[in-house]
């Protein structure tokens, strides 16, 4: 069984006498469906399972047809209705809000799982629309202690070939298995979860974006930079949402600089940050081997390992994840909860330009933990299993 707490969380609410509309949101390949479709075979009560997820969008109408199909399965008064892919479907969060209200006057016990791979367009039909009727359950890439007992990885494996567990069977096929990530993943979450449900002028330039961060994963780089690296006659305020849609999407991410204040924290350059190793591995065509044989290379891929480890793994908590820097001194990460903070190092191969600045950090910060990452410091395989909120307590 995998993402168990996230299982074990939906089963015990799905035998709670209040209902509320459950939301799993995630990445592309993070196993929504298939841990869905667990529930449906465990459970007790009767299911219907239906997707959205076809080339072309469907209407509320659609929405309407499956749930009443469900309502018919009602058994006992009760059923779960599984619906995939939701946010693909134009004003569904309006029709799930009208149904399930004529549910709940009725009596009605339909337990609703709604499954989305495109978390911005998520939560704006939520905020619209099912105040006080939802809760969200996020759904992460995966991480190394899941895909070492599932697939039974190593850490090398893991920091080379990521966490998406439906590619890991590939693994003995370099060719093939960078043509996995590549086609079925990168371009159908392009294509089909942010140029489809979103309005994007240039989709050329955030595919763009898109290669540099994962060319750049670990980098500080200025909207400036970046404009200049991709050639384009843009502006910073385009770069920063082509950004975030991709972070919605689960693929890539520019981590702030942490300032204590939130104004010089949105000015500041971000730190780019793949979400999984594999869309750095993948398009580079480099072999386990020859990755491992680039210091340069594979100290990138360890820091952008423990930044992806943090981010998913912190996520739907109270922390937040940043860098530091400051006259060419750096905090590889910093992370904030609450007025706890803790300042970590990575240690690897890469030859880095700044110096680690954890020290002058601490003289300008009231720092709870400083943590080193590999070398002399906690073994990189030891960091990676422990629960990430743990170096916060």
Known sequence: MFKRQVYKVIFDRLSEPRRFIQILSGPRQTGKTTLARQLIDEISMPSHYASADEPTLKSASWIEQQWETARIKTKNNKALFVLDEVQKITGWSETVKRLWDEDSAKGLSLYVIALGSSPLLIQSGLSESLAGRFETIPVTHWSFSEMRKAFGWNIEQYIFYGGYPGSADLINDPKRWSNYIMDSLIETTVSRDILLMKRVDKPALLRRLFELGCTYSGQILSYQKMLGQLQDAGNTTTLANYLNLLQGAGLLMGLPKYAGQKIRQRASSPKLQVLNTALMTA???????????????????????????????????RAEVFYWSSRNREVDFVLRQGNNLVAIEVKSNLQKTSIPGIEAFSKEFNVKRKLLVGAQGIPLKDFLLTPQEKWLE
């Open 283 to 317: 398009p580079s065509q480099l072999t386990l081997a020859e990755a491992k044989s680039n210091p340069e290379y594979w100290g990138r891929l360890v820091e952008s390992a423990v930044g992806a480890t943090l981010v998913n793994g912190l996520k739907d908590t």
